[in-house]
């Protein structure tokens, strides 16, 4: 049997971040995807990275994997049908950058290549042996590795988080009582932005030069059956106000809006990051930063622990992550109630429409608000 310091199991931005760190460090490690890479590096989500993600690769020698595909950034946010006169406020002190998931983890995963990395793709039978003992054991498609830790990085259905017993863990969650149609089509974006509207928030979000990704509120009840084609685009309309560009739609699912945090992070030599620990909804846009995050804060715990022997940082890695989880579930908790509050009032009522109609122009009069508004229209997950 083979052995390493690490296996990280999981070839998404947390697993293959990790992966990079650990290398740049010379720990050993070796990560195992029960995908292919087509398939991993096919995976359309977000990605903009705040400041403080584009500063932590630059401390680890990593700049060149935010380097996105050129995309037309300009978007609106539109209100009713009608696009707000807003002058998205520059910050001269901001470093974020918009680079689609698929982009950072196609960089990350050359990157680690090219420098020697470790990385098995169409992992079978993935399945985490003694967590509790000094070595546990990953084993797949009849290979198995010996390592001091395993780091769980394989996302919300994932096999980590999964052998767990039961009882030692502790899921948080809430519901927020929608759901968004999530659609991938094949045509520029344009309109661009969000749209806030009665009938339920749009978003309109662009995923490269040719591709978009599509959002429309809808209730949890609702089928993807009863979105075809022709109503996606007629909703769309209705929702920004003016026609939008049409192609051909690649993937269409319903998600259910919801924050979920498991605590501990933490069971014996087994850490889970990203997804697979906490789940922040896709009006935040934070998700990628949660991930990215926990990778450093981990990393930096094991380096110290093999160089120096002092296990502090790994004993405490749930704690720190926690803290920083929080402080992002309030702002995703607090921009998702306000978006989807502001417009179909069916949810929550008059009364809290006003109040969050209340807060958007008030917040749109605010230069520190417009940021945040403008890196959010490009964002959204």
Known sequence: MDN???????????????????????????IVEKHSRAYVEQRQRAGTIDTRGVRMFRRWG?????????????????VDGEELPLDFAEDDNSESVFCPQQVLVRNLTDVYLRDGGDLRFE????????????????????????????????????????????????????????????????????????????????????????????????????????????????EIEARFGTPPATGRILDKRL????????????????????DAAHIVPPMSAKGINLALNDAEVFANAVIQRVRTGDPSLLDTYSETCLRHIWNYQAFATWITD?????????????????????????????????KLFGELTAGVN
């Open 62 to 78: 990593l700049d060149e994997v935010v380097e996105g595909d050129p995309v037309d950034q300009q978007s609106g946010f539109f």
């Open 4 to 30: 390493t310091t690490v296996v990280i199991v999981g070839a998404g931005v947390a697993g293959l971040t990790l992966g990079n760190f650990l290398l740049r460090h010379d720990i050993g490690c070796v």
């Open 338 to 370: 306000l978006m989807h509050d502001a417009g179909d009032a069916t949810y929550a009522g008059e009364f809290r429409k006003q109040v969050a109609r209340a807060e958007l122009q008030r917040q749109f009069t605010s230069e520190a608000a417009s």
């Open 123 to 234: 992992a079978a039978d993935v399945t985490l042996h003694d967590l509790t003992g000094e070595h546990p054991v990953v084993s797949f498609g009849g290979t198995a590795l010996g390592c001091d830790y395993i780091a769980g990085c394989d996302g919300d259905r994932g096999v980590s988080r999964a052998s767990i017993p039961d009882g030692h863990l502790t899921r948080h969650s809430h519901e927020y009582g929608y759901a968004w149609l999530s659609v991938l089509a094949e045509t520029p974006t344009k309109p661009s932005g969000m749209a806030i509207h009665s009938r339920g928030l749009a978003g309109l979000i662009p995923r490269g030069p040719g591709a978009s990704r599509l959002y429309l509120q809808c209730r949890l009840d609702d089928t993807v059956e009863a979105w075809p084609d022709e109503r996606i685009w007629a």
């Open 255 to 274: 998600v259910p809006l919801r924050s979920v945090v498991y605590s501990p992070m933490t069971y014996g030599r087994l850490h889970l990051l990203g």
